[in-house]
């Protein structure tokens, strides 16, 4: 399907593994121009960039932390220099905090500030300074179009999960007053909310046998693979969309039913 995306200029952040990485692929293969940033692994990058410019699209790579400012900045300019503007934004870089599964502490009590403050200053601060940043080439765009990734631990939440679910959840206020600024200049803004998420069917860290078990007990009957988020993804930044807006779009293999 022809999305209308064809030499749009994208950055995908965080687009070197994952979601990212099945999100910037979808738009190589719609012939877009796609600049993706990378924390620490810049050769784990540059692979997405072949693969990306494999799939039909022209790819660049930039270095980027949530938690420094100043690289998101430069990561911004660089990228608009690189593609002269900006038409399409997707948050999707996040930090997961320094704590294993198994290390957190599960009562609010026990939480360490140095835990809470680097979770919080990345994926809500982070992406408050890379809006910032993005506003004016979106405003420029003819079609700007900018995404959040959320989850759904915002929503049902997870034991010693508050520092990360807490900051995705600013996210939806966040969203809900960009789409009044950015929207008067006809930006179109919007959330979508990943929940258990597979790549190529597995998981990174439950075995085949839970997720299915686990997945039998959601409404869809499946978990949604990274490309599920992808296409998602895709058709909200694309120019097929013009009246979606500050909008959380759930997916997450529907609800959990009860029993």
């Given at each position: ?9 994208v ?15 979808g738009y ?17 990058a540059?692979?997405?960039a072949?693969?990306?410019?494999a ?6 790579v ?6 420094e400012?100043d ?36 009562r609010?009590?026990d ?5 809470w ?5 990345a994926n809500?601060?982070g992406?408050?300074?890379?809006v ?6 979106l ?6 179009r900018?995404?959040l ?9 997870l ?18 007053s960009?789409?009044?600024?950015l ?5 179109l803004?919007?959330?979508?909310m ?11 860290v439950?075995p ?36 979606i ?15």
């Open positions: 399907m022809d999305l209308g995306l064809r030499d749009a200029a950055l995908v952040t965080g687009g070197s593994s994952g979601i990212g990485r099945a999100t910037a692929i190589g293969r719609e012939g877009a121009r796609v600049a993706i940033t990378y924390n620490s692994q810049k050769d784990v540059e692979a997405v072949e693969e990306i410019e799939a039909g699209g022209t790819a660049y930039v270095p980027m932390d949530l938690n400012p690289t998101i900045a430069a990561a911004v300019e660089a990228t608009v220099q690189q593609w002269d503007g900006l038409d399409v934004v997707v948050g999707n870089a996040v930090n997961w905090g320094s704590a294993g599964f198994h290390d957190r502490p599960v609010i009590e939480g360490p500030a140095d835990w403050v680097p979770v919080m200053r809500l601060e992406n408050y300074h890379l910032q940043q993005v506003a004016p080439a405003r420029r765009s003819e079609h700007g900018l995404v990734i959320s989850t759904d631990l915002a929503e049902r939440g034991p010693g999960s508050w520092p990360y679910s807490a900051a995705k959840a600013g996210l939806h206020g966040l969203v809900a960009l789409q009044h600024d929207g008067e200049d006809g930006v803004v919007n959330v979508v990943p929940g258990i998420t597979l790549e190529n069917g597995e998981h990174r439950l085949k046998p839970a997720v299915e078990q686990l997945a039998a007990r959601f409404s869809a009957r499946k978990f949604p693979d990274t490309t599920d988020l992808a296409d998602a993804i895709l058709f909200l930044t694309s120019p097929r969309t013009t009246a807006q500050g909008e959380i779009l759930r997916v997450t293999g529907g609800s959990l039913m009860p029993g």
